[in-house]
């Protein structure tokens, strides 16, 4: 005799039932589209080591994200690809006004006025070292000089037409700099702080890197990203991070660190929370479907719903415009 309450399958017997089992749904709403902007105006640049993304000119951006926003895209991330030469020790580039990221924030405010667009905040694309901030003459990390210029081009994101700014360098308290400088420009109310909190220094950024060109030229970024096995680290930064005025909290990479995401849920219940499915996994999907270990679509919907099951509101993933199609 079964027990009563060993029975399950009658609440989920019927197709209807199913997704009513779901805490969250994918919807197109949920997604964000990270775009790289290159200096060179009028390319497309295809990436050898991210299938189906390209390096955008300015000038060939609306024909990217025109079609996207057509099919109910609502939401980018930018991040600025800057020519070799302009790169110095201190990011002075960063916010340059004929810059990528700026221009590409006020075409897109311009074509787009309903798109959310969201701009990345870090050093290291413009940094002649590559690293994520100012440093010393013993080339460790000055934390006090990084917090101040992140904050500067933050705000001048924000005044270009940015509707939220999103610093991933990793400092400490840069949170708190940040949200000063929008309260002190008087642009607070209309510019949103996502908080990339939980970001470990993982293996999985390699794509990226060759993306925006933006590698270390010496040591790595593991005395100020998160040791990946360090649950408490990053729970504090999460905790730390809400304490400074954040908006939203990310945890990147994703996949990999679902814990990390319910655990942002439960320390910021009240808070959106976003998983960044970083380039490493996008291109990992990618090359097993390609290899035939499984379908491509089945397998990006299921590692969404793994993420929204874990907690997220937000997905950052690359493969936005392949869900765009099927999600319509």
């Not at 990999?256 to 996994?281: C, T, W």
Request: charged residues 20%; contains cysteine; hydrophobic residues 40%.
């Amino acid at each position: 005799m079964v027990e009563i309450d060993s029975l399950l399958h009658s609440g989920y017997h019927h197709p209807a039932q199913r997704p009513w089992q779901a805490e969250r749904t994918l919807t197109k709403g949920a997604l964000m589209y990270p775009i790289f902007v290159t200096h060179e105006q009028d390319s497309l640049i295809p990436i050898p080591s991210m299938p189906n993304q390209c390096r955008v000119g300015v000038n060939r951006l609306e024909e990217v994200v025109a079609p996207l926003v057509a099919k109910g895209l609502q939401s980018v991330m930018l991040f600025g690809v800057p020519d070799d030469f302009v790169k110095d020790a201190f990011g002075t580039s960063a916010d340059d006004p004929n810059g990528p990221v700026i221009q590409a924030t006020r075409l897109l405010k311009s074509k787009f006025p309903e798109l959310l667009v969201a701009c990345d905040v870090c050093l290291c694309e413009y940094t002649s070292h590559g690293h994520c901030g100012h440093l010393k003459p013993d080339n460790t990390i000055d934390n006090e000089a990084s917090v101040r210029r992140l904050a500067e081009v933050a705000v001048n994101y924000a005044k270009a037409g940015a509707d939220c700014v999103a610093p991933s360098d990793m400092m400490d308290g840069r949170m708190r700099a940040i949200k000063q400088g929008l309260i002190d420009a008087g642009i607070s109310h209309r510019v949103s702080l996502m908080a990339y909190s939980a970001k470990f220094a993982s293996a999985l950024y390699g794509p990226f890197r060759d993306a925006a060109c933006s590698g270390a030229q010496f040591g790595d970024r593991s005395a100020y990203q998160l040791p990946p096995p360090s649950r408490g680290l990053a729970r504090r930064a999460i905790e730390r991070d809400l304490r400074e005025g954040a908006d939203m909290i990310m945890v990147k990479p994703a996949g990999f660190y679902m814990d990390i995401i319910r655990d942002a849920k439960e320390l910021a219940p009240n808070h959106p929370i976003a998983a960044y499915q970083v380039s490493g996994e996008y291109a990992t999907i990618h090359h097993a479907a390609a290899a035939g270990v499984y379908e491509l679509k089945p397998a990006v919907l299921e590692s969404m719903t793994g993420l929204l099951r874990a907690g997220c509101n937000i997905v950052i993933t690359y493969f936005t415009p392949e869900l765009l199609d099927w999600l319509s």
